[in-house]
């Protein structure tokens, strides 16, 4: 049994655990034989890995979403690890490891999530804000549950998106706290609402991609058209509707950054701002999180390429 | 009665004609008596003019939209033409005018163009794509017969939109003959749409200003919406929807030009480029129509503040 | 003595009130005659006013920062609201009025802004960073409560600067107390220097324009001198020094917004963060708070020359 | 015979075909042997391949510009495919296969492409448009009907000059009918003269690289210097010259993209967008061509490196 | 006779001197009489004058290009000095004033800058740089030596171009002392032609337009042109009239700078440098001619908008 | 001994030579078995070697900054040359080489240097100015003649720092003879002092990397610091301490170049020329250096990515 996560074993160390395969690539060698590149992970992290001079069976069996037991050596290929496999194989019953161990997932329980949110929403006092909420987080409840916010940069991992909402609304209630002209429901709503459309945009919780739909529509355009079916359907009528578009539209910021108008209502500015800085706080601790007091990060391309160093007065 | 269009007068020139005021800003002189600035337009174009010493009664009886019969002179104040009010009054029943000689309208009538759309509909093959777009046609029909297509820059007049769109089809029509691998249904259909959600982004057919609606959520969002519905409504569920919905989306071709995706299908890159091209024309012909060959006509700010020379070869 | 601020005058109203004079421009009229704009403020904001036709006294009296009593009425002046003077004088000892009633100030005192300071302070724990921000807080002590924190667009009244502090020092809080990974210390100090280059940068608290030093080098190289040379003072010589310079020399986020190196320091981009949300929230507010529901306020330069809507359903 | 184009070959297919060669680069292998890594095409496209343990006759003979009869394998090298070749020798009499079968040209002959830009001409009404552009392309014919229209991106393929001409000539034709204001002489002159240039900047109809002065000088200022010569030699002096140097100069649209003054005149400004369109759709078509029903393609990098649809229910 | 020139007066000084007017724009009071607005200049600089209710008679002969006689009152009007005219007359042959004391003008002499001139070009040794570049000087003699170097921002007054290819020329010398590398005969040959197509481009040495030859291809095409026509004509083939071109064509350094090419050769490089320091060099003094020690100079456009500080131990 | 640079040698050549190692790299090869990556140079440029199959003893020895004999050949991988080492051995007592053989320097001596620097501080007549200058470059004064101006791009070789000033003072009094209204002593003040925070930014001479300070700050930021400091060790109180921390902060132009303010003083704007002047002049050398009449140099990434020409006249 794995003692510790893929990310902290070193270069020169044997490794010998569970690991999932996201994704796996055929090649042929220098030596005319085939082989496959698998990407593996585990809870902490992934490393991606080479099998040589495989048979059919071997391609067939090591493909996507499968999980594996496997020994090997981890080398450093290009300034990068590597894990050169020696055993590998299918688990079956007798492996005492089931899936939801092997792959990167939300602090929290999704059940402790969903009451937070669910006691969010009951304290809401307008009811067309209310009504709408309750009914496209019911309409989509599972996925909600189980999705990642994106797949990579920031909460890439299983129920990433509701952590995400979670982590957002606890913000969000602190500043309302501080600033009290701010409107809480249209901004918890906004909060549980602006990411939803990723249900559709994205393919599922694990091994994350872009569905046809969400590539040529976005997340952002297919919640704000939910929106408007949930009105349709509970025969809502009021501005709360427009405006809660307005608020998932907006909430990139800028048209550049994928929303054709920007915020105009001052809860829809303060929604794009909790988003981002929690997005960023992600990032950044996972960007510092294996890295010493006196040392610097690796570079962050989501947060414009910048290395983060880490002081060394804190231990 | 006026024999000739408002642009037309010069500096120093009389003028005794009917105009339509499209708005109306009260201010207070230096000697502290009220007077008037009117924007006041005929068929052929506007003009700015002042109402000094102004009564109660003229406050009231000059606001926007009311036609009005008046003689003056044209004068030059700061580089632009103003006109001299001397007598001004409203017109009554005696007047042989009606409101549509005075407004800029296209130069197609309201029925040519309603046969042309609805020939282009009738002609599509694919029964997803004709029933949809009819269907929206249909439902916003009386505004898109007279709408602008726009408030400023192109096609800015009465009936703009429709004009716009027929203008389109005949482009979109001639370039489909020349290259055959375009979806001639798919390509109608989304010039159809493209500016449809115009209607409701615009406040009406004159004196045009944005909802608010249209500032919050903007005509592609609207459409987009609209479509959706349509195709519930009709029971409708092939890829068509989503594609048309994209055609929508991506027809200002970049994020930065408020289109959160670009476009990402053949004829939603053609739909693009048709859309720019007969808008560049017509601001190009009315930036032109005025300069003598052998000059430069004013600046254009919407075609990046360019100045257009005409030819002295160009009779 | 006035009873309703200066904004809260429309066009036509007559005015009979104590003001401040925050600026003075001689002009000649068309008369040939000298005449004065005055640019007068009370608490609430501030108007512009001609005074025609005056006497050398006039133009002597009537300097910058005099306070005065006048009558007069509201104008509309190319859009904007103006005030035409009937009777103007310089206030004396017999007015029961003094400068801090007329001036736009914090809405706490300074007082209590200096123990919250002071209370964040005593709570910091690393004792190299908590003395560097006493000393420099200290040294300019009188001038942190009283200088505004720009000269225009947010927190531009007085004790501007001191209240932007507390409020990011009570948001900072709220922060850390969601991810427990900011170290607080360090967040709190970068808060309360950020901006104290300031007191130099500007030319004081009221009537406020940027010193030669202020333009040449500006609040962030200022400041960040300041921390070094504090540091030598105290003989300080922990790596806190740089890291506080870091915060401060980053605080605006990127290169082209004034910061030459970006955050490198999780606390640094938090800082960041905050410093914008209460700016924007702050402007935000002001914007909104004489716009009715269901209307849109006027564009803002700061925000990217937005407009932004109050949604009918927030009375 | 090759039955096949070398784009339809799968990985794991063998081939047996006629290929000519491109480039060719000598490397040392890990096991310190040379190597040939060559650049093959046919008709339909073209493939790297590698050529172990060469002789220093195979360096000679395997030199671009050859052709060669091949047998070998496709494999996959890191997500692109590659030949693996196992025999190859030069092509001699005996093989009946000559170069226009080898290199990718234009659909249509040359023959009828003069033809139909001859026939352009020969309708020109205004003598000084039509005797420079007559002489200018006599001057260039042999190059024009051969030359690729660039060395990469679009129509970079044998006759792709002329094609590109010819595509545009119809396209202006189409449009010139519906918007009757465009001077049909002197946007077909552009046309044919916009990337005349070429001829110049490029070295020639296959293998094309960039000419000293086409780098220096570029395709553009070359063509318009050609004008003014062209004129200077027929002794033509009308303002006509000027003005389709304007044309040529600004057709790249703006400062940014190559020229350096923008269009400024109507027909400039069409000539600009007709480039475009036909430079597009051909970039498109030929992305979407190997493309399925419900599939993207490849990121093309020239159309901002966008992906593209094909619908489903576009067969 | 005047004294001290123009921009040496101060608001309410009395000026009693020969101006020249370089434009006249008539316009309408609000008292419905006519007025001109002049723009006067003499050596020093140039004010705006309003001349009110004017006869027929002033319109006609106070046109631009005349040379006045007038006295007046300098006042202030909305920020800027505006002189308010009282008398005004045409000078007649009894006045002992010619035109070339009242425009501004280099600070040498035309013959010296000539003189200058032809010793750079006769020092050069490589013939085919020295034909064309001194063919090309004498072919626009006249023009060169009294053009200024264009009609705002840098050494926009009479002879303004031959003194900024004097100023660049010394420099140029002084630079290729230092880097040997530097060919001086290319380096020198640039800067005279660099800007020589000024004199096509503009209109004249004085109230200078741009002509439409100006105006559509721009003063580094046509001398890109014109120096390919003087190597016709001289019957010089060498690699120097691709490489001269090659420098005029990329002087302005960038695409969106004017340059389609940007510099690719190391003294084009440099020539954009020395073009660049001379003309900023030329702002700064002027903007800073009339600052005192302390004290900024006003915003100064063509170089970012900057104002400019005078350290106060620079006396 | 070696007798010719290593980037005079081509792909295939034998190679007997002394090397320093800049940086050394341990990877695992596809055998299994370790290999160092080398970088080595000699006074003439750098190159990548693999020693392959190493033992524990050679990962020691062959370690950065170890100066080494070895033999071996020239190969080409991917278009780069590379190292194949046969024979490689540490340098002992034996071997007649010493550093500054092998580690490429500036071409003029540091003794010369320093001579020609301490010349100018004499000759300068601002007390103030002189004082701070000297104070600081006797504070760093062994650094500063050892270190490069920077990592890569430009003067990245030993005493590389001193060499740009140097080159940048003759450069300034070049100029400032021709421009009589520049400050001397400020411009060369600001030529000595703008860089020298490099010292501070940099980690050494030689395999010279960023250090934390240099990271979080940057040179600019900690040299405006060090003349604060210097001012108040000397206890000089003049403007002058302001302006030339003005002059170092702004030296890189714009904002998004480093610069928090740009230039606002007449030297400053020079200041930022002269660097950059020199700097590019730097960078085209050595592009250059190595390229044949008729052909181009490779891109140089600094130089916006452009490719140089050296033009066939020029032998």
């Not at 209310?130 to 909460?155: G, S």
């Not at 907006?250 to 048209?255: D, F, R, T, V």
């Not at 929303?259 to 997005?279: C, F, G, Q, T, W």
Request: some cysteine; overall charge negative; hydrophobic content about 40%.
């Amino acid at each position: 049994m794995m003692e510790k996560g893929i990310v902290h074993y070193g270069v020169g160390e044997s490794i010998d655990a569970y690991m999932f395969i996201k994704s796996s690539v055929k090649g042929i060698a220098s030596n005319g034989k085939p082989f496959l590149t698998l990407y593996l992970c585990d809870k902490t992290g992934e490393i991606e890995a080479k099998l040589w001079d495989i048979s059919d069976e071997d391609e067939k069996n090591y493909s996507p979403e499968s999980t594996v037991k496997l020994s090997g050596e981890v080398q450093n290929y290009r300034g990068r690890s590597q894990l050169k496999i020696r055993n590998i194989r299918l688990t079956n019953e007798n492996d005492s490891v089931n899936l939801s161990e092997l792959i990167p997932t939300a602090p929290i329980s999704q059940d402790i999530m969903a009451d937070k949110i669910t006691q969010y929403i009951f304290e809401m006092r307008n009811p067309n804000i209310q009504r709408v909420t309750r009914h496209l987080l019911k309409k989509h409840y599972q996925d909600f549950l189980t999705y990642p916010a994106a797949t990579k940069n920031h909460h890439e991992f299983m129920s990433g998106l509701a952590y995400h909402v979670v982590s957002m609304l606890d913000l969000a209630k602190g500043i309302a706290a501080l600033y009290p002209n701010l409107d809480k429901d249209l901004l918890f709503a906004g909060v549980i609402l602006h990411d939803l459309g990723k249900v559709i945009e994205l393919s599922g919780p694990i091994s994350t991609s872009y569905t046809i739909e969400g590539n040529l529509l976005g997340h952002i355009t297919i919640m704000v058209n939910e929106i408007g079916k949930a009105a349709d359907e509970l025969g809502i009528q009021g501005e709360e509707i427009m405006v809660l578009q307005h608020l998932v539209l907006s909430h990139h910021g800028k048209a550049e950054w994928g929303s054709p108008k920007p915020p105009m209502i001052r809860e829809a500015e303060v929604l794009h701002y909790i988003d981002n800085l929690d997005a960023k706080i992600n990032m950044l601790d996972r960007a510092l999180e294996r890295v010493k007091p006196g040392e610097f990060s690796e570079r962050v391309f989501a947060l414009e390429n910048r290395s983060f160093y880490k002081p060394m007065f804190q231990k």
